[in-house]
């Protein structure tokens, strides 16, 4: 079912439950259901609807990576020697395994995927860059821009 569709499908009711779910994950039922104008067992039926349709794929912990030391972020554009479905499958399995780079996303553009990293700072940065970034397969060069200051950063 495309995209479109299954936006389609939610009412008024499952959007706020949504809204507030992205903002507080752990919020009570109970108080949840306020917010959206349920009681709490149609409510409870809704949210277990929208993770089995998978609109909520899980909950999870938001960490402040300034406390764990991790406030370095840069942006590495990536450009691959081979662009073949078996090359895109190896470079996208092996990003996998490098648990500094925090998102990944292939580009339609100059260059093939552009890479999200977190590092302690920009020697670590460049250490991750030298010695597990530039290994992946078939990474052919890479670009950096450094985050000065994260001006938005919420997942949805």
């Keep these: 079912m495309p995209d479109e569709q299954k936006t389609d499908a939610l009412d008024r009711i499952d959007?706020?439950?949504l809204r507030e779910l992205s903002?507080?994950?752990r919020i009570a039922i109970t108080?949840?259901?306020?917010k959206v104008g349920l009681s709490k067992s149609?409510?409870?039926v809704r949210m277990k609807r929208l993770q089995d349709q998978g609109y909520i794929q899980g909950f999870?912990?938001?960490l402040n990576p300034a406390k764990l030391g991790l406030d370095h972020v840069?942006?590495?554009e990536v450009r691959l020697t081979d662009t073949t479905e078996k090359a895109l499958a190896a470079f996208n399995r092996a990003v996998m395994d490098v648990p500094e780079i925090e998102q990944c996303h292939m580009i339609a553009g100059?260059?093939?995927y552009l890479l999200k990293i977190r590092s302690h700072n920009?020697?670590?940065y460049r250490q991750i860059l030298g010695e597990v970034i530039s290994t992946l397969p078939y990474v052919g060069s890479t670009s950096t821009h450094v985050s000065m200051q994260a001006v938005k950063d919420s997942a949805f």
């Design 42 to 44: 149609p409510c409870q």
């Design 23 to 25: 903002t507080d994950g």
């Design 60 to 62: 999870r912990a938001v």
């Design 110 to 112: 100059s260059f093939d």
């Design 122 to 124: 920009i020697q670590a």
């Design 74 to 76: 840069a942006f590495a």
């Design 15 to 17: 959007r706020k439950i």
């Design 31 to 34: 108080d949840l259901a306020k």
